[in-house]
């Protein structure tokens, strides 16, 4: 196993407004973290500090592979949907590095790496589609091809599941599991209820860190990693309903 | 039809008629970088401090475009450093800029000794008195924009459409907001003397706008933006002359009722459909 990132004693923030505080983490390659926890307890933050869009207040961030091998699906409402790009330019913007002067290089190879992650998705027939014109699922399809161009050893997913439909949902973290495979992922969701069942270990974000060395979690547990969190459960898709702390109680109700 | 080509033999004409090109082409481009960047705003507020520049030429009796070149470019800068070092509010910065920029310009053409000459024309354009030393500055411009869009295409593209993801892939994002705020700078102060201060924010968005109607690839909204621009100034330029109204103003008139036809052809052709 080899190590990809370490994070020591970490603080992180927004100007005067720390919003993570003296966290560790470590992420070797194979692994598959939830990333989940209150809204605003930091969970994009620690994203953009991983991504190095974010200098750390204090504490060290190491990274152990170039940042280029990094593959980044943001969140999709940071994403301006208006703007005039077509589908095929995002995905191939994946590969940027290779961007300055593109305009006179051929790139056959870089083209036909977009056209083959477009058809994996299954998404060929929307290539020339301007974004603005995508579902949700068809949008969050193209931002997983655009980081996957670069064939990263750490794919890192800001809630990927925000704005799709329950079956593109189930075939997302399908999908994630199969390419997990290949590389390690870091996948920040709200919805611990569906990912704790494809995800490896939980990782519990509110300005400090918990790092559950399994994908099954208790309630108490999150209680006292202080992650408040509201579980939710979708109708066709997979998921460990969390142990309840109170499982006598729970059993007592079947009966 | 031959009055038109009458026109072309006087030299006041052929200037008009170049510089209307020459507009089109760098506000065409430059147009669609700020539009798809949502940055009108800051071009606005470079615009108007660059009358600062213009008021500070007439007082020291230089070339107003060359203060007002200083002035544009030290404002796109400073609304940068002024947003991302000093924790200012973006609008607000822009703002403190825009009328800073406004107040010096009044304050130095107040200064001036006598009559400030040609000042209406850097407030609302002339394109009929476009002299050759600017058209071949406009020409340079044009050329420098071309060739930088084309180049870099690809990169200002990525860094437009999503500056963090652009800054994981290690493209020189700083760089090139520098580098595409000065161009915007040029472009703004260059074209001054086209449609001016008050109305130049149209070059930049108007046609741009109607190119979006029919297109959403930002290469094909550059190609459609600077004809567009090129169609309604070249019209305007036309009007402006037979019916002996203002320039600036006839092309900006035109660039919008273009847009209108645009839009609603389209919207006609679509639900036929």
């Known amino acids: 196993m080899k190590k990809l990132l370490e994070i020591k004693n970490l603080s992180a923030g927004y100007d005067n407004n720390i919003v993570l505080e003296n966290i560790s983490m470590e992420v070797f390659s194979g692994d598959f973290i939830g990333v989940i926890g209150p809204n605003g307890g930091g969970k ?20 152990f592979i170039s940042k280029t091998n990094i593959g980044y699906l943001p969140q999709v409402n940071q994403i301006d949907k208006r703007f ?86 189930g075939e ?10 290949q590389m390690a992922i870091i996948l920040i969701s709200h919805d611990v209820g569906t990912i704790s069942f494809f995800v490896k270990t939980i990782a519990c974000v509110n300005r400090s860190l918990h790092h559950h060395p399994s994908n099954i979690i208790t309630e108490e547990q999150l209680t006292s990693y202080n992650c408040p969190l509201q579980i939710i459960t979708h109708g066709n898709i997979p998921h460990t309903v969390l142990k309840l702390h109170d499982e006598h109680d729970h059993h007592g109700h079947n009966h | 039809m031959d009055t038109i080509i009458e026109l072309f033999s006087y030299d006041f004409f052929v200037n008009a ?26 071009s606005g507020g470079i615009t108007h ?66 009559y400030a000459p040609n000042l209406m024309s850097y407030l609302f354009g002339s394109i009929l008195t476009v002299s050759s030393g600017e058209i071949w500055l406009m020409l340079a411009l044009a050329i420098v924009i ?51 201060i008050i109305l130049i924010l149209s070059l930049l968005t108007i046609p741009q706008a109607t190119a979006n109607v029919l297109t959403r690839e930002f290469g094909r909204m550059m190609v459609y933006s600077v004809g567009f621009a090129f169609l309604a100034s070249f019209i305007g330029l036309l009007i402006s002359y037979f019916a002996d109204i203002p320039s600036g103003a006839t092309i900006i008139f035109t660039q919008v009722i273009l847009f209108g036809l645009v839009k609603l052809i389209r919207m006609l052709s679509t639900s036929r459909k």
Request: hydrophobic share 50%; aromatic share 10%; with cysteine.
């Open chain 1, 84 to 169: 005039p790009i077509t589908v095929i330019d995002v995905v191939r913007s994946g590969k940027a590095n290779s961007a300055l002067f593109s305009s006179f290089h051929k790139n056959t190879e870089e083209k036909e790496k977009a056209e083959s992650l477009l058809a994996e998705m299954g998404i060929s027939a929307i290539r020339n589609k301007p974004i603005g014109e995508l579902s949700g699922g068809q949008m969050q399809r193209v931002f997983l091809c655009r980081a996957l161009m670069n064939q990263p050893e750490l794919l890192v997913l800001d809630e990927p599941s925000t704005y799709v439909d329950n079956n593109f949902e």
């Open chain 2, 49 to 114: 401090a660059s009358f600062g520049g213009i008021g500070m030429g007439y007082y020291l009796g230089i070339n107003p475009l060359l203060g007002a070149g200083i002035f544009a470019i030290l404002s796109g800068m400073g609304i940068q450093l002024f947003s991302s070092k000093g924790k200012v509010r973006e609008d607000s910065s822009i703002a403190i800029w825009w009328s800073l920029g406004m107040a010096i310009g009044i304050i130095f053409v107040y200064m001036t000794p006598g």
């Open chain 2, 146 to 196: 071309i060739l930088f869009f084309t180049f870099f295409y690809r990169t200002i593209l990525y860094i437009s459409f999503d500056e963090d993801f652009a800054r994981t892939s290690n493209l020189p994002v700083n760089l090139f907001n520098y580098l595409l705020m000065i161009l915007i700078s040029l472009t703004i102060v260059l074209n001054i003397r086209v449609v001016g």
């Open chain 1, 44 to 63: 994009t933050t620690l994203i953009k500090t991983i991504l190095g869009l974010i200098k750390p207040v204090s504490g060290e961030m190491n990274l």
């Open chain 1, 172 to 181: 997302l973290y399908l999908k994630l599991k199969e390419l997990n495979e």
């Open chain 2, 17 to 42: 008629f170049i510089a209307s090109l020459l507009a089109a082409i760098s506000c065409g481009i430059v147009g669609t970088y700020i539009v798809s960047r949502r940055i009108v705003f800051i």
